[in-house]
C-alpha cells in the first residue's frame, strides 16, 4: 500500500480500513463508509467510556507519580496533566462524528505517550514517568479491543500513519492545549439527505452528546475543582510571606533557650499565619467553585434552549404536514363531487336519449300501423 502524505487523505484512508459491512440503523455516513458494525448510539458510548478508562488511567499515573516525590515542581505538573487532560479527552470523544471520536481519542493516547517517553516528559514528571507510559499502553490495549468488538481493524500502516501526524503535533509540555485530529487534518464530513426523520436524528445526537457533556462535567467538576486547590496550596508554599513566616518560625525555635517570652508569643504569630494562609486557601478554594458551577449553569441552559428549538422545529413541521394533508382532504372531496356530477349528467343525457330513442320507435310502429 503506498503511503499518502496529506492529512486529509491519512484520515479517509483510516476511515475505510475496517471489517466486513452490516447493516446498523441510524448511522453516520463515516460509519457507513467504514462498514462498521455498531450504530451511532453505541459507538457514541463506547467512545465516551473509553475516554472515561483513559483519564482513569491518567489519575492513577499522576496520583502514583505525586505520591512518590517530595519535589514540589513534579507534584504541580502531576495536577497540570490531570486539568489538562479532562478538556482534551472531553472534546475528543464529543466530537459530532463518534467515529472520529475514536480516531481523536488514539490521537491524544499517542501524543501523550510521545510525551511520556521524551526528555520533557521525564524533566516535567521525574524518574517515575515510566508509571505513566505503562497506563498508556494499558488504554491502548483496551483501545484496541473496543475498536475490534465494533468492527474496525487498522492497519500496520494505518497506525504508523497516525503515530506520525502525532509526532507532528506534539505535546511538549504541562498544563497543554492539544492539537486534535480533526483540527489538524480538516476533513468534512459529507452531509446527509434533508429530511424530518434526518432532522430530528440529527437533533437528537446534538442532545446525547450535550447530556454526555453534563456527565462529564458532573463527574469531573469536584475533581478538577479540588486539583485547583491542590495547585493555590502550592502556590501559597512559595510565596515571600510564607517565606518569612518559616524564616520567622526557625528563629524563634533556635532562641527557645533564651528567651522564654518569645516562646511564648510564637505560638499566636503562627496560628495568625496560619489562619492567613488557610483563609486564602479557602477563599482561592471557593472562586474555583464559583467559577465551574458558573459554567455548569451555561451548560445547563444552552442544553435547555436547544431543547426548546427541538421542540418548536418538530412541532412546526407536524403543523406544516397537517396542513398538507388538510388541503390534499380537501382537494380530494372536490374532485369527487365534480365526479359525481359529471356522472349523473351523463345518465341523464342518456335518459333523455332513451326517451327520445322510444318515442320515436312508437311513432313509427304507429305510422305503420
Given at each position: 500500500m503506498c503511503r499518502i502524505p496529506e492529512p486529509r487523505s491519512l484520515l479517509l484512508v483510516t476511515l475505510l480500513a475496517t471489517a466486513a459491512c452490516a447493516s446498523v440503523p441510524k448511522q453516520t455516513q463515516s460509519a457507513k463508509t467504514a462498514g462498521l458494525q455498531a450504530s451511532t448510539t453505541e459507538l457514541r458510548t463506547r467512545a465516551v467510556e473509553l475516554g472515561r478508562e483513559m483519564m482513569r488511567e491518567i489519575e492513577y499515573a499522576a496520583d502514583s507519580i505525586a505520591n512518590g516525590t517530595t519535589d514540589t515542581a513534579i507534584?504541580?505538573?502531576?495536577?497540570?496533566?490531570?486539568?489538562?487532560?479532562?478538556?482534551?479527552?472531553t472534546e475528543a470523544v464529543l466530537r459530532d462524528d463518534?467515529?472520529?471520536?475514536?480516531?481523536?481519542?488514539?490521537?491524544?493516547?499517542?501524543?501523550?505517550?510521545?510525551?511520556?517517553?521524551?526528555?520533557?516528559?521525564?524533566?516535567?514528571?521525574?524518574?517515575?514517568?515510566?508509571?505513566?507510559?505503562?497506563?498508556?499502553?494499558?488504554?491502548?490495549?483496551?483501545?484496541?479491543?473496543?475498536a475490534t468488538d465494533i468492527g474496525s481493524h487498522l492497519t500496520d500502516a494505518h497506525r504508523e500513519q497516525l503515530r506520525a501526524w502525532a509526532r507532528a503535533h506534539p505535546i511538549d509540555r504541562v498544563p497543554f492545549t492539544r492539537t486534535s485530529l480533526v483540527a489538524g487534518m480538516a476533513y468534512t464530513l459529507r452531509e446527509e439527505s434533508a429530511s424530518i426523520g434526518a432532522s430530528v436524528g440529527g437533533m437528537q445526537e446534538s442532545l446525547d452528546r450535550l447530556e454526555f457533556r453534563i456527565s462529564l462535567v458532573n463527574e469531573y467538576g469536584i475533581k478538577q475543582g479540588s486539583w485547583l486547590a491542590q495547585l493555590s496550596a502550592l502556590r501559597v508554599r512559595g510565596w515571600p510571606e510564607v517565606a518569612e513566616m518559616r524564616e520567622m518560625m526557625s528563629k524563634s525555635q533556635s532562641l527557645v533557650s533564651s528567651s522564654q517570652s518569645l516562646v511564648d508569643g510564637a505560638p499566636d504569630l503562627i496560628e495568625r499565619e496560619r489562619a492567613a494562609m488557610l483563609t486564602e486557601v479557602d477563599r482561592q478554594r471557593r472562586a474555583t467553585l464559583a467559577d465551574l458551577a458558573q459554567e455548569r449553569a451555561i451548560v445547563l441552559e444552552a442544553m435547555s434552549n436547544e431543547r426548546v428549538q427541538i421542540l418548536a422545529g418538530v412541532g412546526e413541521q407536524r403543523r406544516l404536514m397537517m396542513l398538507d394533508a388538510d388541503s390534499m382532504r380537501a382537494r380530494l372531496t372536490g374532485d369527487s363531487v365534480r365526479l359525481v356530477d359529471h356522472i349523473m349528467l351523463r345518465l341523464a343525457e342518456l335518459g333523455v336519449l332513451g326517451l327520445v330513442a322510444t318515442t320515436l320507435v312508437v311513432v313509427l310502429l304507429r305510422r305503420r300501423a
Open positions: 507534584v504541580a505538573n502531576t495536577l497540570y496533566l490531570k486539568l489538562s487532560s479532562v478538556p482534551g479527552m463518534p467515529v472520529i471520536a475514536m480516531l481523536d481519542l488514539y490521537g491524544f493516547r499517542a501524543q501523550l505517550s510521545d510525551f511520556f517517553a521524551s526528555p520533557a516528559g521525564l524533566r516535567s514528571l521525574g524518574k517515575d514517568v515510566t508509571v505513566a507510559q505503562e497506563a498508556m499502553t494499558r488504554f491502548d490495549a483496551r483501545w484496541e479491543k473496543v
